[in-house]
Nanobody
Framework: QVQLVESGGGLVQPGGSLRLSCAAS????????MRWYRQAPGKERELVAG????????NYVDSVKGRFTISRDNAKNAVYLQMNSLKPEATAVYYC??????WGKGTLVTVSS
């Protein structure tokens, strides 16, 4: 049974940091590129960051470059999103995806004072 389970979301003040984690099971994790998407209230889903199956290549949406870092640990079947200098516009549900097949249920990030 394929599972992607996100964790680490919560309430953080502007300028703060959060680290999201996504635990994968039920498929060969190291064979899949991984992505983090987010969906803010009333907005379309947006690609935030991606990482290649071996972790050698990463990409980010312009609005998070220099502040967010995607990483993965294939030994632990996990992918992470370190988010620094958070802004209120980062408030969204964050999803991890094993490209193109599998989606998690998301974790809510709220950036507010």
């Amino acid at each position: 049974q394929v599972q992607l389970v996100e964790s680490g979301g919560g309430l953080v003040q502007p300028g703060g940091s959060l680290r999201l984690s996504c635990a994968a099971s039920g498929f060969i994790f190291s064979s899949y590129a991984m992505r983090w998407y987010r969906q803010a209230p009333g907005k379309e889903r947006e690609l935030v960051a991606g990482i290649s199956f071996a972790g050698r290549s990463t990409n980010y949406v312009d609005s998070v470059k220099g502040r967010f870092t995607i990483s993965r640990d294939n030994a632990k079947n996990a992918v992470y999103l370190q988010m620094n200098s958070l802004k209120p516009e980062a408030t969204a549900v964050y999803y991890c995806i094993a490209v193109p097949s599998y989606w998690g249920k998301g974790t809510l990030v709220t950036v507010s004072s």
